[in-house]
């Protein structure tokens, strides 16, 4: 990619199914996985760490005003998406005072819930029909002070809301009731709805796929993003890997 394509700035790891691997700036590995396909404990500590250094860049920025809502979306697809933020959520409910709260805006494909192993039957898209508090619409996950907002009950009027101005209203609840907000969007190349949502954010992070994000869909989706004045936070390069073994990769 070219100096016009600089979303990584702040925001610059490699991922592998959602996790974070390796730091792009300290060094490049690969992940090794058991016959199983499970990931190693190795592994598992280079994700949680990488995750953690992701979560400190976007919400505890040195000398920077720290965003409080955040939304990540992919460009082409969600590969990968929903587990960051899943990952980021938790994390950040851990090593902040405030609340947290995990919010699933991608109506088109929600996996929060699965990933979550919790219901979806009460969610935003109740919310943005109902009247009520908005925290009694989400459900506590873990750890301590994190919340989640499923998507809910979807029906054929449930996007038109999302666009709508009761969303714009629900989503100024939960800046007031929640310290931090991570939301995660359906893929901006797809559908106009996360377009739309990052004009209500502090900034996006978007994510890409390794081999599989054309150059071309990528700048033109930033390029859209900043015409918009939606600011852009960082970019995540998801399912990344290198053949350096372990061994060599700590001398690095």
């Not at 908005?134 to 506590?140: D, H, M, P, R």
């Amino acid at each position: 990619m070219n100096r016009n394509f600089n979303l990584a700035q702040q925001t610059e790891i490699c991922l592998n199914d959602g996790l974070s691997l390796s730091n792009a700036a300290a060094g490049e590995q690969v992940v090794r996985t058991t016959a199983n396909g499970t990931r190693s404990t190795h592994a598992d500590s280079l994700a949680r760490e990488e995750s953690l250094k992701l979560v400190q860049r976007l919400f505890r920025p040195s000398g920077q005003v720290a965003p409080k809502s955040v939304m990540f979306a992919a460009i082409d697809s969600p590969n990968g998406c929903s587990s960051l933020c899943v990952d980021i959520a938790r994390l950040l409910a851990e090593n902040v005072s405030g609340s947290v709260c995990l919010v699933e805006s991608n109506f088109r494909t929600p996996s929060l819930p699965k990933l979550l192993n919790v219901d979806n039957h009460y969610g935003l898209a109740d919310a943005l029909r109902q009247e009520g508090a908005i925290k009694n619409f989400a459900k506590e996950i873990g750890p301590v002070n994190c919340w989640f907002l499923s998507a809910g009950l979807l029906q054929p009027d449930s996007l038109n809301l999302l666009n709508g101005e009761r969303m714009k209203e629900r989503l100024a609840e939960l800046r007031q009731v929640f310290d931090y907000l991570v939301i995660d969007a359906p893929p901006l190349n797809a559908y106009a709805d996360a377009m739309a949502l990052g004009r209500l954010v502090d900034g996006i992070v978007v994510v890409l796929e390794a081999n599989e994000t054309r150059r071309e869909s990528a700048l033109r989706v930033t390029e859209s993003l900043r015409a918009s004045k939606i600011p852009v936070l960082g970019a995540v390069l998801n399912n990344r890997t290198f053949p350096i073994p372990s061994a060599l990769y700590k001398r690095l």
